[in-house]
């Protein structure tokens, strides 16, 4: 079946290093999408893996690995702003339709 | 700017009655989408469009109906079918089935009173 794996919510120190895992299962791969949603708005694209390996963005670094159905987003020296639910999702090859995870809830403290 | 207009953003809803959601997008984008979103799940695919007069059910498409008359426009109308409406509505649209981002318009609320 189709799955998307995320924790539900994380608590991270503002300054410091947090990662967001997101673990898949889906009949095909052609891409994964990682957002940010800040609470009552639309979710904002961060980054795009298709391959394997680490894409760098500034604070933000987003890997994958699709042998093992794996991503992670790494966000750096976090700042206040950055509290906002993540979402994880997996474009499937057989219709190019997104299934997304339910979104990981990031709480920065001072 | 480019990007995607919803409208309204909050909309309340007598029960039995059919409400329209607007969407529209000025950055000539092939494929359109609209989401639901409740609290603690993920976003689930209602109808999408990859093309101007063509579109396809996605997974909770009952109780809703779309059109796409014109490639910069995909209202999606929430029926008196749809026993349980009340959700945040998501538009969005990509470059064509496998463009690598997929920009999101503001967002609807809707509340069924």
């Known amino acids: 079946g189709q799955n998307i794996d995320q924790p539900t919510e994380m608590t991270a120190t503002e300054g410091a290093i947090v990662q967001i895992n997101c673990t898949y299962q889906t009949s095909g791969f052609n891409g994964l999408f990682w957002y940010q949603q800040h609470a009552g708005e639309a979710p904002t694209f961060l980054s795009y893996?298709?391959l394997d390996g680490l894409e760098e963005k500034g604070r933000f670094s987003s890997f994958l690995s699709r042998s093992k159905g794996y991503s992670y987003l790494l966000l750096k020296e976090l700042q206040m702003k950055d509290s906002a639910s993540y979402l994880c999702a997996v474009r499937e090859s057989s219709n190019y339709q997104l299934i997304w995870g339910a979104g990981t809830k990031l709480i920065i403290k001072p | 700017d480019g990007g995607i207009t919803q409208s309204p953003k909050y909309l309340f809803r007598k029960e039995g009655q059919n409400v329209t959601l607007s969407c529209e997008q000025n950055?000539?984008?092939?494929?359109m989408y609209w989401y639901r979103q409740d609290p603690g799940q993920g976003l689930r695919l209602i109808y999408y469009s990859q093309i101007v007069n063509d579109f396809q059910k996605g997974d909770i498409a009952e109780g809703y109906s779309v059109s796409r008359e014109k490639k910069e426009s995909f209202p999606l109308t929430v029926t008196s079918a749809q026993k349980n409406p009340t959700a945040f509505y998501l538009c969005?649209?990509?470059?064509?089935?496998?463009?690598?981002?997929?920009?999101f318009g503001e967002g609807s609320w809707l509340t069924v009173v």
């Open positions: 950055l000539n984008h092939d494929a």
């Open positions: 969005a649209s990509s470059q064509g089935a496998t463009g690598n981002t997929i920009y």
């Open positions: 893996n298709v």
